[in-house]
């Protein structure tokens, strides 16, 4: 283990090379691989925060739309870590308020003052979502200060790291020519090289690299599930835990390499010849010399999924599980009640007639059958009272579509409530780790998710969890509300989180009141989050609704 070592204006060198120890005294200071970091004490925290740390070296020139090289440079003298790097490229409402630039592969360290020299601290790692097109550490929403003032009030003290990786083209550009450079998949590989960075220098900071538990929402969540398969289910030991909020691993749709020449080629070949590039004898070797502005306006608005490359992602998701070919590690996993009233999840205004849900339906995946269509549409009847949101009766949100709920329902069951279920049943039936499952069922105090949706209905929406778990003080635009219930859901919500990462079971959160969480492999049963009451239920809702989604996947493309 590297040494730590705090000062004030000298170094000390007093401490065993196996013995990092933190003091609170400034300014903090670590030695990792490449050398010393400067870092500072959060402010209202008793905290100590390294940011800016580059996991890679930075993706500028020749090394733009290429995989991720290690950091390999030599500190020249105390470097500053004091301050956030530039967020990676992207675009839409996840990329206002946040400084963008290239050179931006780095990432964030916050750990407890205090730490003693016996210490190795788990440690819990965010993998921003985003959609794949914009995110960053920056983010206020993603404030890791409240999840470790909460890790050393219940004395479970935990390291937090937040990762920066690319998006947008920038980060799951795809074409023949980006296959033939083995250039697949970047934003993907950019958070594995930030987890092997992780294994080699966390110890420095007081942390253990054996008890790394990787947490993500939304497409972070999906970046998790995909570090679960990747390699065949090979993790190389860089996790022994995963926290998946809301993924949409299992229902979203890739492409694979055969489908390229219908799918991602054509935008590929368009924005080459928008930049200048398309008659270059090596145009992936054009775009690594194209100015960043004239790239990135080529970009916006184009968005890329991670592909079936047949390396990090080497079949479908779902053909890795049916193979056992899945890291075997602790889950907590979950979804929100009405996930899919979601702006992006869910055409409005569109789905009015029974004909207007078949032809949604018949764009799923690959593309669905005229037997299967029905089957979904069966399952689905155009009953309000079924619909999505869930228990809003017979109102049916006709301004934003007749069939609006039933097409909410089909999107959020095949999109992200399928998938959480299926994994979550296959780690209870095949693992030998601990399973927990959640519902969350709080909508917002103001019924507002600013990005999400913000036009009822909304309800338990997308994303509406977050600031519950991060347990967010701050009035930003992902805020818990004036309300206490909430503020005690949110506390309750953070410390379980800090409890599985640091215990491998959510249970030992010190919140009273609370019914014990049940592991899932002996019941398969969800923790149902709610401000008034949190509550226990049997996982069994929709039953056949979510088996069906869980039987074609290989429709889907997942």
Not at 40 to 67: E, M, N, T, W
Not at 69 to 90: I, M, Y
Not at 207 to 231: M, R
Request: proline residues 6%; contains cysteine.
């Amino acid at each position: 283990m590297e040494v730590i070592a705090l000062v004030l204006g000298c170094i000390l060198l007093a401490f065993s090379q196996n013995a990092p120890t933190i003091l609170p005294v400034s300014p903090p200071l670590v030695t990792i691989k490449n050398g010393t970091l400067r870092g500072f004490h959060v402010k209202g925290f008793d905290q100590i925060g390294f940011f800016g740390i580059p996991f890679a070296a930075p993706p500028l020139g020749d090394l733009r739309l290429r995989h991720p090289q290690p950091f390999n440079e030599a500190f020249s003298g105390v470097r500053d870590a004091t301050k956030r790097s530039l967020s990676c490229p992207g675009f839409g409402s996840f990329a206002d308020g946040l400084d963008m630039g290239e050179d931006c592969l780095t990432l964030d360290v916050v750990l407890p003052v205090n730490i003693e020299p016996s210490d190795t601290l788990p440690v819990l790692v965010w993998i921003y979502g985003g959609g794949f097109v914009a995110g960053g550490t920056a983010d206020p929403r993603y404030n890791m200060s409240y999840v470790v003032q909460n890790s050393a009030d219940i004395g479970k003290p935990i390291i937090t790291v937040a990762i920066n990786y690319r998006t947008m083209g920038l980060g799951l550009l795809a074409s023949k020519e980006i296959m033939v450079a083995d250039a697949a998949n970047i934003a993907l590989y950019d958070q594995r090289l930030a987890l092997r960075w992780i294994r080699e220098n966390i110890a420095a900071f007081g942390g253990d690299p054996s008890k790394v538990t990787i947490w993500g929402e939304s497409a972070g969540g999906s970046s998790v599930g995909y570090h679960l398969t990747a390699f065949n289910g090979k993790s190389d030991g860089l996790f022994r835990a995963a926290l998946i909020e809301s993924g949409i691993y299992l229902g979203l749709s890739i492409n694979t390499i055969p489908q390229l020449a219908t799918t991602y080629q054509p935008i590929y070949d368009n924005v080459t010849r928008a930049v200048g590039c398309e008659n270059s004898i090596d145009s992936l070797a054009c775009l690594r010399t194209v100015p960043f502005q004239k790239l990135y306006n080529a970009l916006v608005g184009l968005q890329f999924l991670p592909i079936v490359d047949g390396k990090f992602i080497p079949k479908y998701p779902s053909e890795s599980i049916a193979a056992g070919q899945i890291a075997d590690v602790a889950i907590l996993i979950g979804s929100n009640t009405d996930e899919c009233t979601a702006t992006f999840f869910t055409p409005r205004g569109t789905l009015n007639t029974d004909d207007d849900v078949y032809t949604y339906l018949a764009g799923y995946g690959t593309g669905l059958d005229n037997n299967t269509i029905k089957t979904v549409m069966d399952l689905y009847p155009d009953d309000p009272a079924l619909g999505c949101p869930f228990g809003t009766g017979v109102e049916r949100f006709a301004d934003q579509g007749f069939q609006f709920k039933r097409g909410a329902a089909i999107s959020g069951d095949s999109k992200i409530h399928a998938g959480t279920r299926f994994l979550a049943n296959y780690y209870a039936k095949n693992g030998t780790r601990p399973v927990y499952k959640y519902r969350f069922d709080q909508q917002p105090w103001n019924n507002q998710e600013v990005d999400v949706a913000t036009v009822p209905p909304v309800s338990v929406t997308h994303y509406t969890e977050i600031c519950f778990v991060f347990d967010n003080l701050n009035h930003n635009v992902n805020w818990i509300g004036p309300y206490p219930s909430y503020a005690r859901l949110a506390h309750l919500m953070s410390r379980a989180w800090v409890s599985f990462a640091h215990d491998l079971n959510p249970n030992n959160h010190g919140v009273g009141g609370v019914p014990q969480w049940p592991e899932y492999r002996t019941s398969p049963s969800n923790i149902v989050f709610r401000a008034d009451k949190t509550t226990v239920e049997t996982d069994d809702f929709r039953t056949k609704q979510l088996a069906f989604w869980g039987s074609i996947w290989g429709l889907l493309g997942s």
